[in-house]
């Protein structure tokens, strides 16, 4: 609506002021539905009008998650802005990843960190990406070495 022009006869009847009343409705359905399990919400997001526009009850509509967990690494972005070379900058990058989605899954990092530097190297996923699933947060060994270690803590 910013961007539209200053002597705009009637804003509200815009194709931008109607995406927006579009949205803001969707955010109220979501708001509506943020308790219910994941598989109600998806029947919810598969009433007409809806268009169907999530098809997984665990995807948010909005990407605040996503935001919230970035948000250490852009504020400290200017401290990093002398990582050595363009491969440290990038070897930063693959660490914040794997910490924030450690987080976002309720791992401890450094104990991720453990578990991935002492099962990884042996694994030839250059040659086999598809191994790389097997050490990802979400997979049940993953989630048996974080229980295992969170009795142990």
Same mark, same amino acid.
């Given at each position: 609506?910013?961007a539209?022009?200053?002597?705009?006869?009637?804003?509200?009847?815009?194709?931008?002021?109607?995406?927006i009343?579009?949205?803001?409705k $969707?955010f109220?359905?979501?708001d509506e539905i943020? +308790?219910l399990?994941?598989?109600?919400?998806k029947?919810?997001?598969?009433?007409?009008g $809806?268009? +169907?526009?999530?098809?997984?009850?665990?995807?948010?509509?909005?990407?605040? $998650?996503?935001?919230?967990?970035i948000?250490?690494?852009?504020?400290?972005?200017?401290n990093? $802005?002398?990582?050595?070379?363009p491969?440290?900058?990038?070897a930063?990058?693959?660490?914040?990843?794997?910490?924030e989605?450690? +987080?976002?899954?309720?791992?401890?990092?450094?104990?991720?960190?453990?578990?991935?530097f +002492?099962?990884l190297?042996g694994?030839?996923?250059?040659?086999?990406?598809?191994?790389?699933?097997d050490?990802?947060?979400?997979?049940?060994?993953?989630?048996?070495?974080?229980?295992?270690?969170?009795?142990?803590?």
């Amino acid at each position: 609506m910013d961007a539209l022009p200053a002597d705009i006869k009637q804003p509200e009847s815009t194709f931008p002021r109607q995406a927006i009343e579009y949205c803001e409705k $969707l955010f109220e359905v979501e708001d509506e539905i943020e +308790k219910l399990t994941p598989d109600k919400k998806k029947r919810q997001h598969q009433k007409e009008g $809806l268009m +169907k526009f999530l098809i997984d009850g665990n995807i948010t509509i909005s990407n605040n $998650l996503a935001e919230n967990s970035i948000r250490p690494f852009t504020v400290g972005r200017r401290n990093w $802005l002398f990582s050595g070379s363009p491969e440290g900058a990038a070897a930063s990058a693959v660490v914040y990843s794997i910490v924030e989605t450690a +987080k976002a899954n309720n791992i401890n990092p450094y104990e991720y960190l453990r578990y991935i530097f +002492k099962y990884l190297p042996g694994v030839r996923f250059i040659e086999e990406p598809e191994f790389l699933k097997d050490f990802m947060p979400w997979n049940p060994d993953v989630q048996a070495f974080r229980n295992k270690t969170e009795k142990r803590l």
